[in-house]
């Protein structure tokens, strides 16, 4: 196959795993890629793509004669060049010669530093739990956690992605495959705290009661039963709600984008699951079908409008409490509301994974589709930025989960991971971007780059102002001897807990699941976190635990943080990467104690008192 085809479009044919095993593209393959992409004949080369521009500041690239449009409101003439003295943000530039208006993107380059030297948890949102709770954690226990942690002395708390599922049943568990990463879940609205819920407090009990689980395990789908007919019912019973002017000014300030997250809900209600199986005339979210259905269910589609604005205030009230480090996921699910909207920029028959690494040595699929990079760029980025601001609301800081595919994408065919290969990215148009939207929320960037790192990457995020993350389990040296420009921790969601390793209770997890990853990649955890901690290995799990926090309080990297988990020495994994069908707790299982619970826990503050002599 021609090789300055596939280096065209970005289809890297060749690459070494992170065993420095080849891998070479076929050709089957190689003209599925390319098919993929919407160019349908091999001779086509991209569609010239002259209606965006991004620069940084400073620098005065080519451009189309024409006037420019401030963002502002002002205006500068273009005269074949930019000016090197535009201000930060989107402009639109006016064509002399009447072609298309070409965006204009002016970034400052790099991304807002962080804070400083801070520690700070990592939370499971959904397994937070209190007495009033309703069968999982939610934004009032959120707010509960923060004014412990603020307390406490943490700096930040990073919590699990709050994006939408799509309404079905059974419901989406894993946070890292929403329908949506602009729009958040219903699950996580405290309902006890929406204005008015007192007009039913007579319905609330029983409601609350359903929700909760006796089997040990999160029930979504309970749970968004019991709170949706809730809502319905305090809906109903006020005809103000859906008018109030706070409302309003959040629905004008979303815009399209809210109406049709809300149009997709109310779709899915009707017709059941993701937008793939509904009927055909439904697919096109511009088109007749759609809007006649809009018009016809506006009450319907003004409510998950409301609800959206109920979960968007208490997202800012929790963020009062404690500055929240959100996580945007690497995708989204090809049936939900993104999707839907954004069908023709994402390339079809195509997902998103990993080659063979130490995390998945079969290679990964995460199973969401991958935005085609030409067709992303023809849409002056609209869908990236939008994701971005989402996923920066009411953030004191963002991790970007697979930063690594800013850079390249490991896209899977349907004949599976072993057939994969990389993608390139327009990736200097998405730090800048990237950097310019992390000043305009005044939060500052965590890129979550393990796996297979190509070379350069992490100098260029370096350079970028994008924090590394630095896990102890893959790192070859204590804490101490790593650099400041990181986020460090023991472990992450897909990795056992402290208590859990140490105490073998992974092990066993893992062995039920009949994973081939077990004994030898558990032994060599086991060994890095004794000599690393210099426990003796009849030591306690608690202890274990404490020891693990005051070894990476010890860290050199500017930001530290331990999962919630580690703080009670809680023995369940939270994930087991690859294995939801098989094993249904992945993402579902509470804490084993209470948010209220956290001031008194021993362990807890022991695990606290580390952090904060480490730290300070």
């Given at each position: 196959?021609?090789?300055?085809?596939?280096?065209?479009?970005?289809?890297?044919?060749?690459?070494?795993?992170?065993?420095?095993?080849?891998?070479?593209?076929?050709?089957?393959?190689?003209?599925?890629?390319?098919?993929?992409?919407?160019?349908?004949?091999?001779?086509?080369?991209?569609?010239?793509?002259?209606?965006?521009?991004?620069?940084?500041?400073?620098?005065?690239?080519?451009?189309?004669?024409?006037?420019?449009?401030?963002?502002?409101?002002?205006?500068?003439?273009?005269?074949?060049?930019?000016?090197?003295?535009?201000?930060?943000?989107?402009?639109?530039?006016?064509?002399?010669?009447?072609?298309?208006?070409?965006?204009?993107?002016?970034?400052?380059?790099?991304?807002?530093?962080?804070?400083?030297?801070?520690?700070?948890?990592?939370?499971?949102?959904?397994?937070?739990?209190?007495?009033?709770?309703?069968?999982?954690?939610?934004?009032?226990?959120?707010?509960?956690?923060?004014?412990?942690?603020?307390?406490?002395?943490?700096?930040?708390?990073?919590?699990?992605?709050?994006?939408?599922?799509?309404?079905?049943?059974?419901?989406?568990?894993?946070?890292?495959?929403?329908?949506?990463?602009?729009?958040?879940?219903?699950?996580?609205?405290?309902?006890?705290?929406?204005?008015?819920?007192?007009?039913?407090?007579?319905?609330?009990?029983?409601?609350?009661?359903?929700?909760?689980?006796?089997?040990?395990?999160?029930?979504?789908?309970?749970?968004?039963?019991?709170?949706?007919?809730?809502?319905?019912?305090?809906?109903?019973?006020?005809?103000?709600?859906?008018?109030?002017?706070?409302?309003?000014?959040?629905?004008?300030?979303?815009?399209?984008?809210?109406?049709?997250?809300?149009?997709?809900?109310?779709?899915?209600?009707?017709?059941?699951?993701?937008?793939?199986?509904?009927?055909?005339?439904?697919?096109?979210?511009?088109?007749?079908?759609?809007?006649?259905?809009?018009?016809?269910?506006?009450?319907?589609?003004?409510?998950?409008?409301?609800?959206?604005?109920?979960?968007?205030?208490?997202?800012?009230?929790?963020?009062?409490?404690?500055?929240?480090?959100?996580?945007?996921?690497?995708?989204?699910?090809?049936?939900?509301?993104?999707?839907?909207?954004?069908?023709?920029?994402?390339?079809?028959?195509?997902?998103?994974?990993?080659?063979?690494?130490?995390?998945?040595?079969?290679?990964?699929?995460?199973?969401?589709?991958?935005?085609?990079?030409?067709?992303?760029?023809?849409?002056?980025?609209?869908?990236?930025?939008?994701?971005?601001?989402?996923?920066?609301r009411h953030a004191a800081a963002l991790r970007i989960d697979h930063v690594l595919g800013l850079f390249r994408l490991f896209?899977?065919?349907?004949?599976?991971?072993?057939?994969?290969?990389?993608?390139?990215?327009?990736?200097?148009?998405?730090?800048?971007?990237?950097?310019?939207?992390?000043?305009?929320?005044?939060?500052?960037?965590?890129?979550?780059?393990?796996?297979t790192v190509e070379d350069g990457v992490r100098e260029e995020l370096a350079a970028r102002d994008v924090l590394r993350y630095?896990?102890?389990?893959?790192?070859?040296?204590?804490?101490?001897?790593?650099?400041?420009?990181?986020?460090?921790?023991?472990?992450?969601?897909?990795?056992?807990?402290?208590?859990?390793?140490?105490?073998?209770?992974?092990?066993?997890?893992?062995?039920?699941?009949?994973?081939?990853?077990?004994?030898?990649?558990?032994?060599?955890?086991?060994?890095?976190?004794?000599?690393?901690?210099?426990?003796?290995?009849?030591?306690?799990?608690?202890?274990?635990?404490?020891?693990?926090?005051?070894?990476?309080?010890?860290?050199?990297?500017?930001?530290?943080?331990?999962?919630?988990?580690?703080?009670?020495?809680?023995?369940?994994?939270?994930?087991?990467?690859?294995?939801?069908?098989?094993?249904?707790?992945?993402?579902?299982?509470?804490?084993?104690?209470?948010?209220?619970?956290?001031?008194?826990?021993?362990?807890?503050?022991?695990?606290?008192?580390?952090?904060?002599?480490?730290?300070?």
């Open positions: 196959m021609d090789r300055s085809v596939l280096h065209a479009f970005g289809i890297v044919p060749e690459y070494p795993d992170i065993y420095g095993t080849w891998h070479h593209l076929d050709d089957a393959t190689a003209r599925h890629l390319h098919r993929a992409m919407d160019v349908p004949e091999w001779s086509s080369w991209p569609p010239p793509v002259d209606t965006v521009i991004v620069t940084r500041v400073g620098r005065q690239p080519e451009a189309p004669h024409g006037e420019l449009e401030l963002e502002d409101g002002g205006s500068r003439p273009v005269d074949g060049v930019l000016p090197a003295d535009l201000p930060l943000g989107y402009h639109t530039l006016h064509r002399s010669d009447d072609g298309d208006p070409v965006t204009v993107i002016v970034s400052p380059g790099r991304c807002l530093p962080h804070p400083g030297r801070q520690w700070g948890w990592a939370v499971q949102a959904y397994s937070l739990h209190s007495a009033d709770s309703w069968g999982v954690g939610d934004l009032g226990d959120l707010a509960t956690f923060g004014r412990w942690a603020r307390a406490a002395g943490a700096g930040f708390a990073l919590i699990n992605p709050l994006d939408a599922a799509i309404p079905e049943s059974p419901r989406q568990t894993s946070p890292y495959y929403p329908s949506s990463r602009r729009f958040r879940d219903l699950l996580y609205l405290d309902v006890a705290a929406v204005p008015g819920i007192e007009r039913i407090a007579d319905e609330l009990p029983a409601l609350a009661a359903a929700a909760r689980s006796t089997t040990g395990r999160i029930d979504r789908d309970a749970v968004m039963t019991a709170k949706r007919r809730a809502l319905e019912f305090l809906w109903w019973a006020d005809r103000a709600r859906g008018r109030e002017p706070a409302f309003e000014a959040y629905r004008t300030e979303q815009g399209e984008a809210l109406e049709l997250f809300a149009t997709f809900m109310a779709i899915a209600e009707v017709y059941g699951g993701g937008w793939r199986s509904w009927p055909a005339r439904f697919h096109d979210p511009t088109g007749a079908a759609v809007a006649d259905f809009r018009a016809l269910h506006a009450k319907r589609i003004r409510f998950h409008a409301w609800c959206q604005w109920q979960l968007d205030e208490q997202l800012r009230a929790a963020a009062a409490e404690v500055p929240l480090m959100r996580d945007l996921p690497i995708g989204v699910d090809p049936d939900g509301a993104d999707a839907w909207v954004w069908q023709d920029v994402f390339a079809k028959d195509i997902s998103v994974g990993a080659p063979p690494d130490d995390l998945g040595p079969q290679g990964q699929d995460w199973k969401v589709p991958a935005f085609i990079p030409w067709k992303l760029r023809a849409a002056g980025y609209r869908p990236y930025i939008e994701t971005l601001r989402s996923a920066f896209w899977i065919p349907p004949s599976g991971a072993a057939h994969g290969t990389y993608v390139r990215q327009h990736v200097d148009d998405l730090l800048d971007i990237l950097a310019l939207e992390s000043h305009r929320a005044g939060a500052y960037v965590v890129g979550e780059d393990l796996g630095r896990v102890l389990w893959f790192e070859g040296d204590h804490p101490r001897a790593w650099g400041p420009g990181a986020l460090g921790s023991v472990t992450t969601h897909d990795l056992p807990t402290v208590a859990g390793l140490w105490s073998g209770e992974d092990l066993q997890t893992l062995r039920a699941t009949g994973l081939s990853i077990g004994d030898a990649v558990q032994e060599r955890m086991l060994t890095t976190l004794a000599d690393r901690t210099g426990l003796s290995r009849d030591a306690s799990p608690e202890d274990a635990c404490v020891a693990a926090a005051a070894t990476i309080g010890e860290a050199g990297s500017d930001l530290v943080l331990v999962q919630l988990e580690d703080a009670i020495a809680a023995r369940h994994r939270i994930n087991v990467p690859g294995t939801d069908e098989e094993r249904p707790d992945n993402w579902s299982i509470p804490l084993p104690l209470a948010v209220e619970g956290l001031p008194g826990d021993p362990t807890a503050a022991r695990v606290v008192a580390a952090l904060r002599a480490a730290r300070d």
